[in-house]
């Protein structure tokens, strides 16, 4: 993921919290050691989540973090963001990690 380097300071240490683990020399992300397919929009929510784990993150704290645009249309596309994330980081289907807190926003448990 060459587009997110300018992001992270590549060598800083790994950011882990239970299965999930973010190599931040290799821009990659994991669970259980299995490398996450995740699109660049997603690996900043996973990242934003995981160094927030278990706090609401409101929906204004996800957009401002992933795009300078914060608009109407571009809550929805948080959504789209939100469903692919949510997908890479199921073990099985109804194991959900991230939970919706209705009228807050989004936690990664």
Same mark, same amino acid.
Request: with cysteine; hydrophobic share 35%; proline share 4%.
């Given at each position: #993921?060459?587009?997110?380097?300018?992001? @992270? =300071?590549?060598?800083?240490?790994?950011?882990?919290?239970?299965?999930?683990?973010?190599?931040? !020399? !290799?821009? *990659? !992300?994991?669970?259980?050691? /299995? !490398?996450?397919?995740? *699109?660049? %929009? =997603? @690996?900043?929510? @996973? =990242?934003? @989540?995981?160094? $927030? *784990?278990?706090?609401?993150?409101?929906? /204004?704290?996800?957009?401002?973090?992933?795009?300078?645009?914060?608009?109407?249309?571009? /809550?929805?596309?948080?959504?789209?963001?939100? #469903?692919?994330?949510? %997908? $890479?980081?199921?073990?099985?289907?109804? $194991?959900?990690?991230?939970?919706?807190?209705? =009228?807050?926003?989004?936690?990664?448990?």
């Amino acid at each position: #993921m060459p587009s997110l380097t300018r992001y @992270f =300071e590549l060598d800083q240490p790994d950011l882990v919290s239970g299965d999930y683990r973010i190599s931040y !020399a !290799a821009v *990659r !992300a994991y669970r259980r050691g /299995e !490398a996450l397919q995740l *699109r660049p %929009k =997603e @690996f900043l929510l @996973f =990242e934003l @989540f995981l160094r $927030n *784990r278990g706090q609401v993150l409101t929906r /204004e704290q996800l957009i401002s973090y992933i795009s300078d645009r914060v608009d109407q249309m571009y /809550e929805r596309t948080l959504d789209v963001h939100i #469903m692919r994330l949510r %997908k $890479n980081l199921r073990l099985r289907r109804w $194991n959900d990690p991230i939970t919706t807190v209705r =009228e807050c926003g989004y936690r990664l448990d």
